[in-house]
Nanobody
């Protein structure tokens, strides 16, 4: 089970750090992905990290968001910088980092709102 936290309200240009904590050994997972779903839009995979630490980013967040993992804390984090209003969404983590439509079980997510 993966549990997301760290969302909130931030002004454009600000930063937030999201956490995804696993109830078990996160190092045993093939990889973890961060997803988001904006109002009226489909859930999309925006960042992923493999067991070996290789990272991948969607074009919309590349250069602004950084995914990292701390296996000792069973945590995968998403550092979000230079936030934009279009980043407003509910953010989820899941494993393995496949397209959202192929995953059936999701956590509650954490809301991120970017506005002035």
């Amino acid at each position: 089970q993966l549990v997301e936290s760290g969302g909130g309200w931030v002004q454009p240009g600000g930063s937030l750090r999201l956490s995804c904590v696993a109830s078990g050994d996160i190092a045993s997972l093939v990889g973890v992905g961060w997803y988001r779903q904006a109002p009226g839009k489909q859930r999309e995979l925006i960042a992923a990290i493999t067991r070996q630490g290789t990272t991948h980013y969607g074009e919309s967040v590349k250069g602004r968001f950084t995914i990292s993992r701390d296996d000792a804390k069973n945590t995968v984090s998403l550092q979000m910088n230079r936030l934009k209003p279009e980043d407003t969404a509910v953010y989820y983590c899941n494993s393995p980092p496949r397209p959202a439509s192929s995953l059936e079980v999701w956590g509650q997510g954490t809301q991120v709102t970017v506005s002035s």
